[in-house]
């Protein structure tokens, strides 16, 4: 239901911008999380916006990453300054979503996400 995409290959200290979206219209976008996947490793939380805008990042982004939305758009991003190679990994999103139909808010499913390369 949701869909990462924007990522890629870019070299150190580069950046990227992911973007977060559905194609179905009836689900509204609120509480979104970024997290990502390296290779061997848990997958972990990047960052955490609200409908409202409120933000929280992990301590290994913070001053790098920037988490915003667009809600006209019902689209989220994750505006990656400063890229390392630390930063590889497959970065997906989740959110609760509204089904707008209906009123009732759930968890979206996870979905594919996108991979981000970072080489040194």
């Known amino acids: 239901q949701l869909q990462a995409s924007g990522g890629g290959l870019v070299q150190a200290g580069g950046s990227l911008r992911l973007s977060c979206s559905t194609p179905?219209?009836?689900?509204?976008?609120?509480?979104t999380g970024w997290y990502r996947q390296a290779p061997g490793k848990q997958r972990e939380l990047v960052a955490h916006i609200t409908r409202d805008g409120a933000t929280n990042y992990a301590d290994s982004v913070k001053g790098r990453f920037t988490v915003s939305r667009d809600n006209a758009e019902n689209t989220v991003y994750l505006q990656m300054n400063s890229l390392k190679p630390d930063d590889t990994a497959v970065y997906y999103c989740?959110?609760?979503?509204?089904?707008?139909?209906?009123?009732?808010?759930?968890?979206?499913?996870w979905g594919q996400g996108t991979l981000v390369t970072v080489s040194s």
């Open positions: 179905e219209r009836i689900f509204r976008i609120d509480s």
């Open positions: 989740t959110a609760d979503i509204m089904d707008l139909r209906v009123g009732l808010k759930r968890a979206a499913s």
